[in-house]
């Protein structure tokens, strides 16, 4: 049943994205005896979350400054290599997707790069011309906006493929005037779109009423940026939806704002809806639902159910019947807090699973300060969380200090789930990192002066919220600006801005002119020294609730040392028992060394992106950002194995057998280590990092025997 486990041949392993192995050559009993078998060099120092992709012998990656490299599987030698010459940032680079023909002899990947989808021939790593205008689908069109102002709509996760159909979301910046988030197929041959699904209804569509009339001409967001699952056999592609846009206000789309936060299931061939279900209710926490969904078959009231399973940032587990939607077990709409913005119509209730029990921690008091505070930080914080709006999970933002917990970026995130698809088994990564949110009513820069004094007021209006009107930021979730053209080019910087990075949002309203002019106040802040006179913004931008821009500061809670202010564990796996709903174990996840060397292990490591995979051999394969790879046992979590490489690791392991010899390959490149003293004087941007995929497989005399 589960025969397509045997291979790699997709991001995540499989059509259904399982992150799961039925190989069991590597095993509980003999994992210890790993070693590597070898290493192939990213040559670059660029940070890699790339889950490879293996066809038969060979393998690709992404290396050598985001070029596809095709290496042979069993001894890391390189093949081919393909720059994909981006103009920006924009690449898919967490995985591709392959299709083949019938008899094999059409071979394609398939990527985005710069808001554009491409084909490479598997076999050489040429662009195929033949497909699309001239090589290229621009992914802005058909949106129904206008597609020069869309600057961000590739999703940096691949899509799904069902037959001739690529299955593609997108990744919309985060700031009014985002993209729509619609679900699109293309057809793989031709480039042509074949169907689409509105995530923001259009008249006469189902949810249409859950908007304001005009949402859909100028809403965004409600975007699918994390992976999908595709049951092959019933023809149903699940879809992960994330917030309507802008994340934190709402008052200029009031209603349920349907499809944002959705788990949705839709019919592959056609795009048409068979059943949502929607996790949050007019989003303003960024709450999106960020994981692939799991599809897994589990033993419920004594019979074999065929069930799919959706982590999110909440920290809830939410698991439904495949065909109709109907949840396992019993959802409860509960009373949350009322939102005292202006104009702002919170939904009255949020919907709660009475199971499984909460994978993340979801309330954050004085009482869960972490131990390994200074005491001056401790008194301060204690001040700040007092003061706070602080009302538990769903608490609104709002014009003061609000405590969000799990925070925006906590919870399950991209690839944090994997499931032993025959047993019911899920295990997911969570990260518990609180939030202090606070909205404040976006300003009208200059218009006038020199190009200093304009990018200073474009960087009051814009940017100070998060990094500080000093430009020190809050290391390490807000770098520090501080002589950023030391460690960025102009180049770099103008693409950060325009398109986002990590956690940073896209400012796509920014035109040219005040883009030209924020570098020249980045470079030379020394020529516009005083925002008290001229270089202050003249005006908030409207006072009305409908249109008003209210913006958010970006407050992950990190200490001076870099550490979250919440006590460990700040990274947990948790495995749970989908057949009866419950918990089987939990672990702290990775450590931070300078703590582990003082014998603090049982902490978790910090700020990860950590993607497990299952194997039938009774293993979860994982890595994370303290430079090491484990194996941990699935009944238990006892760490079995364990390996330090050159880098952290942000991403997810390719399980493959070649030859009768099963393997394991980590990508081994993250940027950052493990918090901002990872390496004295250096912010975690430029900490050193020797990139590599490295693979593991028994010695081969183990492997005859």
């Not at 293309?186 to 008249?203: D, Q, R, S």
């Not at 969000?404 to 969570?430: C, H, I, K, W």
């Amino acid at each position: 049943m589960y025969a397509q486990h045997t291979t790699w041949r997709e991001y995540g392993g499989s059509p259904d994205g399982s992150q799961y192995s039925a190989l069991r050559q590597i095993n509980r009993t003999n994992v210890g005896k790993l070693q590597k078998a070898w290493v192939f060099e990213t040559g670059d120092e660029r940070g890699y979350a790339f889950n490879p992709v293996v066809i038969g012998k060979v393998m690709y990656v992404l290396a050598h400054d985001n070029s596809v490299v095709a290496l042979d599987a069993v001894t890391g030698r390189e093949l081919w290599s393909h720059p994909l010459e981006a103009k920006t940032s924009l690449i898919m680079n967490r995985g591709f997707n392959y299709w083949e023909s019938p008899d094999k002899k059409d071979r394609r990947l398939i990527l985005a790069v710069d808001n554009a989808l491409e084909e490479l021939n598997a076999a050489t790593g040429k662009r195929i011309t033949k497909f699309g205008n001239a090589g290229r689908v621009d992914l802005r069109e058909g949106l129904g906006r206008d597609p020069k102002r869309l600057t961000l709509v590739q999703s940096y996760n691949p899509g799904r493929i069902f037959h001739n159909l690529l299955i593609l979301g997108s990744a919309t910046n985060e700031e009014y005037n985002s993209g729509p988030g619609d679900i699109r197929a293309y057809n793989v041959l031709t480039g042509k779109l074949e169907w689409t699904f509105h995530t923001i209804p259009h008249p006469g569509e189902p949810g249409y009423e859950t908007w304001p009339p005009d949402a859909w001409e100028s809403a965004g967001g409600a975007n699918a940026w994390s992976g999908m699952a595709l049951d092959e056999r019933r023809g149903i592609v699940f879809v992960p939806t994330s917030s309507p846009k802008y994340n934190f206000y709402g008052a200029n789309r009031k209603g349920a704002d349907l499809f944002g936060d959705c788990l949705l299931a839709l019919d592959a061939r056609t795009g048409k809806l068979i059943w949502y279900y929607q996790t949050v209710h007019h989003d303003i926490w960024d709450y999106d639902n960020a994981s692939t969904p799991m599809l897994l078959t589990v033993t419920h009231n004594g019979k074999k159910v065929d069930v799919v399973a959706e982590t999110s940032k909440v920290g809830f587990v939410w698991v439904f019947e495949r065909e109709t939607g109907k949840p396992l077990w019993p959802v409860e709409e509960r009373p949350v807090p009322k939102s005292d913005m202006p104009g702002e119509e919170t939904s009255p209730t949020q919907p709660f699973p009475s199971k499984p029990p909460a994978f993340a921690r979801q309330r954050f008091t004085e009482k869960d300060l972490s131990p390994f505070l200074e005491p001056e930080e401790r008194e301060q914080l204690i001040r700040q969380i007092r003061a706070a709006h602080n009302k538990g999970l769903f608490t609104p933002p709002g014009l003061e200090d609000t405590v969000e917990m799990p925070g925006n970026n906590g919870g399950a995130n991209f690839g944090g789930a994997s499931v032993d698809p025959s047993r019911g088994y899920l295990y997911v990564v969570s990260k518990d990192l609180p939030a202090m949110l606070k909205l404040t009513l976006a300003a009208e820069p200059l218009k006038t002066g020199s190009p200093e004094v304009r990018g200073r007021s474009l960087f009051e209006a814009n940017c100070s919220l998060c990094h500080g009107t000093n430009r020190e930021g809050k290391p390490p979730a807000i770098p520090s600006l501080v002589d950023i053209q030391s460690r960025l080019s102009g180049k770099q910087i103008e693409d950060t801005i325009r398109y986002g990075k990590g956690p940073m949002p896209a400012f796509s309203q920014l035109s040219n002119p005040d883009v030209d002019a924020l570098l020249a106040y980045l470079v030379h802040p020394d020529r516009a020294p005083d925002s008290s006179s001229s270089a202050k913004p003249v005006a908030a931008v409207t006072n009305d609730p409908e249109h008003a821009h209210y913006r958010s500061s970006f407050g992950f809670m990190f200490a001076s040392s870099g550490l979250p202010v919440i006590a460990p564990p700040w990274t947990t796996l948790t495995a749970y028992d989908l057949n009866s709903g419950t918990i089987r174990w939990q672990i702290p996840l990775g450590e931070v060394p300078e703590l582990a060397a003082k014998g603090y292990t049982h902490t978790g490591s910090h700020f990860p992106k950590v993607n497990p995979v299952v194997t039938a051999g009774g293993l979860i394969f994982t890595g994370s950002r303290d430079r090491r790879v484990r194996a941990l046992d699935t009944a238990t979590g006892k760490v079995l194995w364990e390996a330090e490489l050159g880098a952290g690791l942000e991403g997810m392991p390719a399980v493959y057998e070649v030859n009768g010899r099963e393997y394991v390959v980590f990508c081994a490149a993250a940027r950052s280590t493990t918090h901002t003293h990872a390496i004295p004087g250096h912010p975690v941007s430029q900490v050193p990092i020797h990139g590599a995929y490295v693979a593991f497989a028994l010695p081969e005399a183990a492997v005859k025997n």
